[in-house]
């Protein structure tokens, strides 16, 4: 699976848990569940804020 981020289109993805992806380019968190991707913002004290209203359903779809 290729997988960008939604945000910058940057391949430079990490895994950092089950189904937990990070982007390297602009630090960005996703979680996939089913085939779509959940999109976060690491906040100052490691907290996380949902950046989903940002994009449409089809920019979080995940194409396999």
């Not at 997988?3 to 996703?30: A, L, T």
């Amino acid at each position: 699976m290729l997988m960008r981020c939604p945000n910058c289109s940057s391949k430079d993805i990490g895994k950092i848990g089950s189904q937990q992806y990070y982007c390297w380019n602009c630090f960005v968190e996703m979680s996939v569940s089913g085939n779509e991707l959940t999109v976060h913002q690491v906040e100052a004290d490691g907290s996380l804020s949902s950046l989903n209203d940002l994009f449409t359903e089809k920019e979080r779809k995940l194409e396999w």
